[in-house]
């Protein structure tokens, strides 16, 4: 299995995917990163990508394939929210989410496929979250996505193992971003106070565990936890 070469990482402009598309040049990958703007901070190189519309993920991936090389490790990292009750949820904010965050994953590991099977390894983590399995009142379009990230990544997993590549799952707990920024001071403490290690994740450790599953070589269709013991392994 592969453990450089060109990494993809979704939403790599800001929060978690800025920290992960960080770590893995540290860790020698040739990083681009994906995002809407086609621009990333910090030097890193970009492409023009919005996850939710399958015709640019096509053409991100066709850019990247002539300007880099095949990609070998994809980040699916970008991804939204539309908190509210089911009861007020809209149409729009149900297919807003599934789309962008569960649809978009599915169709940018299938484009994936083609370079990965060719190169006979690669490797594809998704980035889901502890609420997949623990429910989240507010989340339902949410946490719907990031469980079917999970059926995604291990059936995908059986599929493409014996072609030498891994899918596997990060699942962060609470983590510092302009996600979580939008939280008022009563859900932070009653989350807080439900974190075990007592306070919300930096961007850096997801990073870390991602750095970590893209230098494994035995590791498929997991889902690892990186959420302060909030879900307690699972
Ligand atoms: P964030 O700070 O809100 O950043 C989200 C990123 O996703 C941005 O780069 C954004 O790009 C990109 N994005 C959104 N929709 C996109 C689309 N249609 N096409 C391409 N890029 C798109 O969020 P974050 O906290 O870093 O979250 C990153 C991932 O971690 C998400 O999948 C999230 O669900 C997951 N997660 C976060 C937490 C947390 O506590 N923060 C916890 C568990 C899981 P723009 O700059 O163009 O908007």
Redesign the pocket.
Known sequence: MTSTGVALV?????????AIAQRLREEGWSVVV????GEAPDGLAAVT?????PASIESAYAEIEEKNGPVALLVA?????RDTLLMRMSDDDIDAVLQ??LG?SIRLARRAMKGMIRAKGGHIIF?????WALGSGGQVN?AAA?AGLVGAARSLAREVGSRGISVNVV?????E????AELDEGQRAAILSGIPLGR?AQ?VE?ADVVGFLARSTYITGAVIPVDGGLGMGH
């Not at 979704?10 to 800025?18: E, K, P, Q, V």
């Not at 980035?127 to 609420?131: A, E, F, L």
């Open positions: 979704t939403g790599g402009n800001r929060g978690i995917g800025l994906g995002s809407r703007s990508l919005d996850v939710s519309d990292n970008a991804g939204i929210t962008t965050n978009g980035v889901g979250s502890v609420v949410y990031k699942a962060p707990g609470f983590v971003t302009d996600m979580t919300y961007p997801i």
